[in-house]
């Protein structure tokens, strides 16, 4: 089991940049690839971005393609979520997940029940 703690949420104008940090302890040594997921109020859990632990290929939501880029440190086990141009409907609360399982492309990474693990959340509210 690996345990994720988000961070960095916070409330910014709309146009403002946030970073989430999460933070992956335990069996980090299975992790294959980490990703963001968001849920909005009244809306389902979607995909926002993914990355393979070892090689570090990223995948990413059309919503966000160009605003949002994931990375990560695996010194420190971290990844992380840059959001640059931020809009209102980028509000929601931002998950972090991992999965030891493998797969391929952005459909896998994509879909939730893929992954093991989970954070709590954190809560990004933009203003407009």
């Known amino acids: 089991q690996v345990q994720l703690v988000e961070s960095g949420g916070g409330l910014v104008q709309a146009g403002g940049s946030l970073r989430l940090s999460c933070a992956a302890s335990g069996r980090t040594f299975s992790l294959y690839a980490m990703g963001w997921f968001r849920q909005a109020p009244g809306k389902e859990r979607e995909f926002v971005a993914g990355i393979i632990w070892i090689g570090g290929n990223t995948y990413y939501a059309d919503s966000v393609k160009g605003r949002f880029t994931i990375s990560k440190d695996n010194a420190k086990n971290t990844v992380y979520l840059q959001m640059n141009s931020l809009k209102p409907d980028d509000t929601a609360v931002y998950y972090c997940?991992?999965?030891?399982?493998?797969?391929?492309?952005?459909?896998?990474?994509?879909?939730?029940?893929?992954?093991?693990?989970w954070g709590l959340g954190t809560q990004v509210t933009v203003s407009s």
């Open positions: 997940a991992a999965t030891d399982k493998y797969g391929s492309g952005a459909s896998f990474l994509g879909t939730s029940r893929n992954y093991n693990d």
